[in-house]
């Protein structure tokens, strides 16, 4: 079952003050104390019955992939459930014995559910619609009427795909009620590869972050690789060999996507991995002008091309700190096999980040530009990566995968709470969304071999 | 037209409204269970016979050797559509290509609940006259492209891990190279040739770009050092996204750790 993923605010904070204590990184995400909550399956009518699996399921992966919830077994519920806010009956009124409880908001709130929050709700079909109405009941409250932490009515499509999106509107504003602002609605783009050995094809996709709706962003039948989001989510940039040496190419993500003109540099032999600066006017990647291969920065449409390295020691994959804009995390081969460095925007003041074993990749800022996450072979065989975050200033480290096959590239959901990653650990890679503690491990895709995911807006 | 269409909405609109009022007071029963299954299927029209539409083959006269594309379509209801001559069951609208030895009628046979029809179309096939002996040319190897002479006449130079250093296997092969290539690009005075620099899949995809391109680079230096014309070698690194084999083992990473050449483009 795929599981979508959320962000809160609140985490990155958490994640800041506590990273300080190394031994806590394990608790950086899920916290001290979270909501317990119950979510018992909505009943529908009529034509909506044949989407509440589908709805019910969205529902509960949403809540629980968020990170922000202990969600409660729902065999440990109450046999009646409510279908509205109304139905709760004041606890001596509520049931007679015999009957499984569940109309008192005390069954919910007592043992065995012992539950927070509960959410109650149906769907029903009105104009051929899919209209759900749903309560987020908060179960301190002694009176039901004033129990309503949230009540909503959402109206979508009558199929699947409006029953999912009436689930992710429905967790969204309860993760909104408690300080978090949901991901659904960002995206994460994606490199598919297909072909043969000998003429491979590699395009880029975009998709929701719980796998649906994916999107073929270009139709070259060639090798495009390395995308990278601009800010604010209207752009993509990305490696490709389609016109014979890798150069950069840029797609605007709108419906349809289109080229838009970025001017590479001639002669260059490697112009490869843009990313774009905090303010998303400026381009960073790697090029061979001068030799393979420096950091360089350009305007967005590749005009006004300096160089920031000129150690043409093999730097690679440059991110600009999100958070100041003002320094640069990058992997280089300059002290022998590839480590992660990190460096003023004008080049000054490099250091290298990574202790100098094995090999180390694909860094990653978290969006409060404190934390990196990274690609490291450290503990493993050469080539054999896992996902580890660092906090910058103080070089620590937590590793968050731990050798299930290969596990790479990964990038930072907007919220600072989730990652997604590629894995090959069923035997291809495949795009993959853990939260930020190494839970919640969640496998996208499925169809051909999918990498190199960034997440964006 | 309109005014019907515009009633319509009102009536709609109403209604919608209604509902919408309805629905914040009204609970909606549980739901009820699903509709009983329909007593009797509905009575089914009268079956017509299926029509062929098309079946065509073309070109309808062929030498030995070569082959036809046959088309068709059938339309109307079937529940078979076969083509004799070993082609058998089909959909009811395709093609094939085949190569008949000698001239053939394929029929193609439509079945449905109206009937059977069938439809023919015949390939004529004549006997290739023997060829012409080929002209003497003066070289033999003049026949052969610039990808031909590539593929046969240069070696991949290997290379160790990490590293773009071209050292004592890759040195007797990019020597050997540099004979053949300078010989074809000699009798190609056009032709520009490609230094493809490769890379095992350790590391990551990003830097091995990198050391793909440094591969290339330091391949093409030591050929252009033995003479070869440097104006006429170009270099692309395609990093590790095209490796020539997949296994996680050493064999297989020293096989894609490589200068790769290919005809320019």
């Known amino acids: 079952m795929k599981r979508i993923v959320w962000m809160t605010g609140a985490a990155a904070a958490t994640l800041a003050i506590l990273a300080a204590q190394q031994t806590d990184f394990n608790i950086i995400i899920k916290g001290g104390t979270i909501p317990t ?121 009558m199929d699947e795909k409006g029953a999912r999106k009436a689930a992710h509107e429905f967790s969204c504003d309860i993760l909104q009620r408690f300080g978090a602002t949901c991901l659904f609605g960002s995206h994460i783009y994606f490199v598919r590869r297909s072909g043969t050995l000998k003429a491979p094809v590699a395009e880029i996709w975009s998709m929701d972050p719980d796998g649906k709706n994916q999107r073929q962003i270009t139709h070259y039948n060639a090798l495009s690789d390395f995308p990278a989001v601009s800010p604010d989510g209207s752009k993509v940039a990305f490696t490709s060999w389609v016109h014979g040496s890798p150069e950069i190419l840029v797609f605007s993500t709108g419906d349809p996507p289109r080229p838009i003109l970025f001017y590479n540099q001639r002669g260059a032999s490697v112009t490869a991995s843009p990313s774009f600066t905090p ?25 006004g091309v300096h160089a920031i390295t000129t150690s043409r020691s093999n730097d690679a994959e440059p991110k600009v700190n999100p958070k100041t804009g003002a320094e640069v995390a990058f992997s280089s081969g300059r002290s022998g096999p590839e480590q992660l460095y990190r460096m003023n925007i004008d080049g000054t003041d490099v250091e290298r980040l990574t202790d ?65 990653f590629m894995s090959d650990r069923t035997g291809r890679p495949q795009i993959w969304s853990m939260l930020a503690d190494g839970t919640q491990q969640q496998q996208l895709t499925s169809e051909g071999s999918n990498l190199h995911p960034v997440w964006g807006k | 037209m309109f005014s019907k269409r515009k009633i319509t909405f009102i009536c709609l609109a109403i209604s919608l409204a209604l509902i919408a009022e309805g629905c914040k007071k009204k609970v909606p029963a549980p739901p009820p269970p699903p509709p009983p299954a329909p007593a009797t299927a509905p009575a089914a029209a009268t079956p017509s016979a299926p029509v062929v539409a098309q079946f065509t083959a073309e070109p309808s006269t062929i030498q030995r050797g070569q082959s036809v594309t046959l088309r068709w379509e059938v339309s109307g209801e079937t529940s078979n559509v076969s083509i004799n001559n070993g082609i058998g069951t089909v959909r009811s609208t395709g093609s094939q290509q085949v190569t008949p030895t000698s001239s053939t009628t394929y029929t193609l046979t439509a079945t449905g609940p109206g009937g059977t029809i069938t439809s023919s179309a015949t390939v004529t096939v004549v006997t290739t006259p023997p060829p012409a ?50 010989a074809i690009l000699a009798e190609f005075p056009n032709a520009t040739i490609t230094v493809e620099g490769h890379c095992d899949e350790r590391g990551s995809a990003e830097y091995n770009i990198g050391l793909g391109d440094r591969r290339a680079s330091s391949a093409k230096d030591f050929l252009v050092s033995l003479g070869v014309p440097g104006d006429r070698l170009k270099t692309i690194s395609y990093g590790k996204e095209r490796p020539q084999c997949t296994e996680s083992s050493e064999s297989c990473w020293q096989k894609n ?9």
């Not at chain 1, 002008?289 to 920065?297: K, R, S, W």
């Not at chain 1, 580890?388 to 990964?410: C, S, W």
């Open chain 1, 356 to 420: 100098g074993t094995g090999e180390a990749s694909n860094p990653s800022w978290h969006p409060d530009g404190q934390f990196l996450a990274y690609a490291w072979t450290r503990g493993y065989m050469a080539g054999a990566f896992n996902i580890f975050v660092m906090n910058v200033a103080r070089r620590d480290y937590i590793q968050l995968t731990h050798g299930e096959g290969k596990n790479e590239n990964p990038s930072w959901a907007p919220d600072g709470k989730h990652l997604v």
């Open chain 1, 37 to 157: 909550l119950a979510v018992p399956d909505f009943r529908g009518d009529g034509q909506s019955q044949s989407f509440m699996t589908v709805f019910n399921q969205t529902l509960w992966s949403d809540l629980d992939g968020s990170g922000n919830f202990k969600m409660l077994p729902k065999g440990s519920y109450p046999l009646n459930v409510p279908q509205q806010l109304s139905d709760f009956k004041p606890a001596q009124a509520a049931n007679r014995p015999g009957s499984g409880g569940g109309l008192a908001m005390s069954d919910w709130s007592s043992p065995p559910t012992q539950a927070n929050y509960v959410t109650v709700g149906y769907a029903a079909p009105q104009n051929n619609l899919f209209v759900v109405r749903g309560w987020l009941v908060d179960l301190s409250i002694p009176d039901p009427a004033n129990a309503g932490a949230l009540a909503k009515t959402y109206i979508e499509s």
């Open chain 2, 133 to 182: 002996p080929n002209p003497p040319s003066t070289t033999a190897a003049s026949h052969a492209t610039v990808e031909q002479r590539i593929s046969s006449e240069i070696q991949d130079a290997f290379f160790d891990y990490d590293k773009s250093e071209v050292n004592g296997g890759a040195r007797d092969a990019l020597t050997r190279d540099a004979a053949a290539l300078k």
């Open chain 1, 279 to 303: 303010d998303g006017k400026q381009i960073v990647f790697q090029s061979s002008v001068g030799g393979c291969c420096g950091v360089y920065i350009a305007n967005a449409d590749g005009s």
């Open chain 2, 257 to 265: 750790r490589r200068a790769h050449f290919s005809p320019g483009q």
